[in-house]
Every structure is written in structure tokens, then in C-alpha cells.
């Protein structure tokens, strides 16, 4: 793997040095937009609005429109916006990560101490797994300023990046109907259901099935040939009433 990201998490005066890396990868197909007359791939080319000709890469800059003006800003202007967070994670606080709403949640990056040894990682690391806590702390990466948690992971301390709070839109434009009465059996009913299906937490037993199932039906089109596919049924309740959906669904073994 290649490092995206070096410099180091603060921890009080304690200075960390480490390398991020991407912890994530797509699992969907690689695939080409193609003319479809005569199958040519289709490319995209940054165009000048004016001269309508290709923009060489290193010619292009950023800039940001003022009344009328564009703005050009330069590398070292996003490094001046915030010099301390340029090459450090500061942790800022420490939180329990159970009180973070995974809605927060963006990707995460696994981190790798920059020296061998090194006592301070694997004193944060075995402090966040004794205190149960996570550390609540910004940087910048990619010129944009991001808020993470530092929490440990298998041996590994991860950074994970979580939205600020204005990105997370208000709830109050949804039509959401006021306090719905339910009876106590129907909940008894709804807690045993959950119950019932309630296990441990285990993503390895889920797997991509749809670009897995994609992959095959191309595979298959390569031979000239069409598989099978079953066709998901749907399973029908005898009536509309929801304490007898409930108990046909309790009734039911689970993945039937």
C-alpha cells in the first residue's frame, strides 16, 4: 500500500509521527462507458468554456469567485489556511464511541507509526482499548478540513472520518406523522421478532452478491449464452392487521 497522508497525532505534548493509508476499496466492476455504435470508449477532457479546446492538467488552477472575479489560490494558500492542521492530528477530546451516530461516519484510513517501536502509538493504543474512549480531532487532507476520530482497530490505531455537524440536514421538512399509537401487544411482539433475529455483529458473512451475480451474467454474455436467474418471491401475509403480520413473521424461521 501506499501512504496518502504523513505527519503525526497529537496526544496532550505527546507527538505521534505516522503514515495514513486507505483502509477501504470498492468492490464494484470497473466499467467503461462505450459508444454505443461502435463500442469506442468515452472520455472525458477538461475544455476551456471559451476556446472550447483540452486544458492541459498542470495548466489548470483553483480559484474562487469574489463579485465578479475569480480568486487563484495556490498550494501554499491552503496550507496557510491552517498550518497546525497541515501535518498534525490534534486530539482535541476523548469520547465514547458509542455516542457517535454512524450517520457521521465517512471512511477511514489505517495509521502506521513513521518510527519502529514507537512507545507513544502503543501507549494511545492501549489506553483507548483500556478507557474505552475515542479520540475526537480535526486535520487537512486534500486541502479540506475534516473532523475523525482516532480509535483502535485489530492491533491498529484507524482514523475515521466523520461530517461536522452542518452537513447533516434537519429532520423537521419531512412528513413525518406526529405520536402513533401502538399496543403493548403488538410491541411485545415487534421486541420478540427482533429478538429473534438478534445476533452478533459479523460483516464478514456478507458479501457484494450483486456485482458477484453482475459478473457472472457477463461472463456468461462472453459465450453468447443468457444464465438462469431466480427471481425473488415475495412473501405474501394473510392479512392486513399488523399484530398477525408480526406473528407470521415470528413464526417463520429466520432466513426462510
Known sequence: MRSIWKGSIGFGLVSIPVKLYS???????????????????????RVNEKTHKEVPYEKIVKGYKLD????????????????????????????DIADVNPMYYETSYYTEPDTKNNKAYAL??????????????????????????????????????IRFGQEI??????????????SKK??????????QYAEDFDVS????????????????KAKGKRPTIKKLKPQKTKGTDLYEQLMDSLKTKKGA
Open 23 to 45: 483502509a477501504v476499496q470498492s468492490s464494484s466492476l470497473d466499467l467503461d462507458m462505450l459508444d454505443g455504435r461502435d463500442h469506442s470508449r468515452i472520455r472525458y477532457q
Open 124 to 161: 494511545l493504543m492501549q489506553a483507548l482499548i483500556k478507557s474505552k474512549k475515542a479520540g475526537l480531532g480535526r486535520f487537512v487532507l486534500r486541502s479540506t478540513e475534516n473532523l475523525c476520530i482516532i480509535h483502535p482497530v485489530d492491533g491498529v490505531l484507524v482514523i475515521t472520518k
Open 169 to 182: 440536514r434537519s429532520t423537521e421538512d419531512l412528513n413525518i406523522a406526529g405520536e402513533v399509537k401502538v
Open 68 to 95: 465578479e472575479d475569480y480568486i487563484i489560490l495556490e498550494e501554499r494558500d491552503f496550507e496557510d489556511a491552517a498550518p497546525e492542521k497541515s501535518k498534525v492530528i490534534e486530539i482535541e477530546s476523548f469520547v
Open 205 to 220: 458473512k456478507f458479501k457484494d452478491e450483486y456485482h458477484t451475480e453482475l459478473l457472472k451474467i457477463i461472463k456468461a
Open 186 to 195: 403488538e410491541l411485545d411482539v415487534g421486541l420478540a421478532l427482533i429478538n
